[in-house]
Structure formats: structure tokens, C-alpha cells
């Protein structure tokens, strides 16, 4: 399998598929230092987190970009099919501590920037840098096919950031080319955060106090227990979210799953695949053809995998 050369992403992007949670109150901070993966107790304004909320378990029932409006106030934003059931079970928690949660989707716009549009805005950022700009607030991403991105939220009404306009599928495709992967409905209560290669990424502060399954998921990462990563992959045809990925060497139990999926502007689709180790280095994987039927998977009606080199080193690799 051939790939064409990389092309460059430029522009604005009106993001459709993100919510925005709020936490207002002078503790808003320290209740979710207690609840999520990253540090928010020591928060300032120019940095943004990235964050898992996860059960009991360690298992991911969300993921997070989250960052400080001001002192008393922090949004997290997040996959929008996941936010009305997270802002629930967050709730349940808050019980005297002096913070109000609620979903405030509607007070803000959204926007992706790609390349020249995140740049000319936060020249030279490093990922999970934060700024103002005017009334909005831009935090830098992991940049993906060689380019810049950000985020910029800023309150409904305010005038769209500059550059040309990119469309919403190939800010998805760059979503997915970064390799940060952001939770959805269809792989909830999936995957411990190393899975998704939080850890190598920002997304867990292993020096932290405790929250909801935090035992498991430093068991992971110190007792060598970890055995599936995140990886890039790109198939010719089409790829879903939830959708199992096997070897030949095993038809009946699944080696990974897609989590995040997008439409490539070279041909085929690219994802990003919650898989074992020891599979990465396989040349025979496949995305099995159908979902949820019982029967054993059919590497003839299946999407044969590639799968690509990540954009960022791995922890354990650094």
C-alpha cells in the first residue's frame, strides 16, 4: 500500500462535534484535581490540560481539553455525544465543594485552527500552551501533517478568528494525524489512558493526588501490565468508530479497536487504533467488515491495515 505525499492544512474550522462543560466556584479547581487525570490544582493561565475522567477501574468514560477563563472558572471541552451522561456522573461527585458544573455549548464558539491561521496566533507554541487573544482563548495542539493547530473558544458572537476556511473533514483527518485522540459515545469505558497514549501526550500527572482509578492506572504505567498503545493507521476503504481490528493469526479475539476515524484528502481513510504491542508490527491487519454480528472475523471482507509511524515518541520510548 502506496500513500501519496502529505498535503498542507491552512484555515478555520467552525468545530461542530465538541461541547463545552463549566466549572465555576472557588473550588472548581480542586474538585477536578480530584477527579480527572492532570494536575488542575496548579492551573495557571497559560496552559491548558489534557484530561481522562475514568471509573473505578481506570477505564476512560471521557477525555477533556480544560483550562482556566479566570480563577474561579474552567471549561472543559469534550466530545459532544459524551457530554450530557459526563456532566451527569461529574455532579454526583461535586457534593459540598463550592463549584457548579453545567453545559455552556451554547455560550461559546468553537473553532479549529491549521497552520498558517495557529501560528500567525501562537507563534512557536508547544502543545497545551494557552493565550488570550482579544476575548478568546487559544490553546495550542499537537500539530498534525507537519502543520500548526489550536483551538480558539470565545464567547458566542464574537467575530470568527482570520484565515481562509478549512473544511470541518480535513480538520477531522488532522484530528486523527496528530494522534491525540479524543473520546466518543462508541468506545466509552474502553480503554485505561495509556491506552490512547495519554501519558505520552500530556493527559496524565502521574505525581498528583488520587482520583477515580488512579490506582490502575499507575499500576500500568510502573508494573509493566500495559499491553495495548495507540497507533495510525490507514486502510483504502472506509473505517467506523468501535470497529475491531484483527490478525490472521486470530480470528476470534479482537486485537484492537478504532477509536477515531476520518476520511483522508489522499485516498482511503486513516484512524487511530487502541491495539496490542505486540500487533504494531504486523502486516496482515485488518478492520473487521461487520459490526456487532456474532461471526468470526473475515480478513477477505475486512479493510487491510497500515499502519503508519506516530508523530510523537512514546514515554517509554523517550
Not at 466556584?25 to 496548579?42: I, K, P, R, V, Y
Not at 475514568?54 to 482556566?68: D, E, Y
Not at 454526583?92 to 498558517?116: H, I, N, P, Q, W
Request: one cysteine or more; glycine letters at 8%; hydrophobic letters at 45%.
Amino acid at each position: 500500500m502506496t500513500l501519496p505525499s502529505t498535503p498542507s492544512l491552512n484555515g478555520i474550522t467552525a468545530i461542530s462535534h465538541l461541547g463545552v462543560i463549566r466549572a465555576v466556584g472557588e473550588d472548581a479547581a480542586s474538585f477536578l484535581h480530584g477527579q480527572l487525570t492532570n494536575d488542575f490544582a496548579l492551573l495557571d493561565m497559560q496552559h491548558a490540560r489534557l484530561a481522562a475522567f475514568c471509573t473505578a477501574k481506570g477505564r476512560m468514560l471521557a477525555s477533556f481539553v480544560g483550562f482556566k477563563r479566570s480563577q474561579d472558572e474552567i471549561l472543559l471541552v469534550c466530545d459532544r455525544s459524551l457530554l450530557a451522561p459526563t456532566l451527569k456522573r461529574l455532579s454526583m461527585f461535586v457534593l459540598r465543594a463550592k463549584c457548579k458544573l453545567s453545559d455552556a455549548t451554547g455560550e461559546f464558539s468553537l473553532y479549529g485552527l491549521s497552520g498558517t491561521a495557529a501560528e500567525a496566533l501562537m507563534p512557536a507554541a508547544r502543545p497545551w500552551d494557552r493565550k488570550d487573544v482579544g476575548p478568546a482563548s487559544v490553546i495550542a495542539l499537537y500539530p498534525a501533517a507537519g502543520q500548526a493547530r489550536a483551538l480558539w473558544l470565545a464567547p458566542a458572537g464574537t467575530p470568527e478568528p482570520a484565515g481562509e476556511t478549512l473544511p470541518e473533514a480535513l480538520w477531522l483527518w488532522g484530528t486523527v494525524q496528530s494522534a491525540v485522540a479524543t473520546l466518543s459515545a462508541p468506545v466509552v469505558d474502553a480503554f485505561v489512558p495509556q491506552m490512547l497514549n495519554y501519558e505520552s501526550v500530556g493527559g496524565v500527572n502521574f505525581k498528583k493526588g488520587c482520583y477515580p482509578g488512579q490506582e490502575i492506572v499507575a499500576r500500568s504505567q510502573f508494573r509493566g501490565t500495559l499491553k495495548r498503545r495507540a497507533y495510525l493507521v490507514h486502510a483504502d476503504t472506509a473505517l467506523s468508530v468501535g470497529q475491531e481490528v484483527f490478525s490472521p493469526e486470530d480470528l476470534e479475539q479482537a486485537t484492537g479497536t478504532v477509536v477515531q476515524a476520518a476520511a483522508s484528502p489522499l485516498g482511503g481513510w486513516d484512524a487511530i487504533v487502541s491495539m496490542q504491542i505486540a500487533s504494531a508490527s504486523r502486516n496482515d491487519l485488518f478492520a473487521h467488515a461487520a459490526l456487532n454480528e456474532g461471526h468470526a472475523a473475515d480478513a477477505t471482507a475486512g479493510a487491510a491495515l497500515q499502519v503508519l509511524p506516530l508523530p510523537y515518541e512514546l514515554l517509554a520510548d523517550i
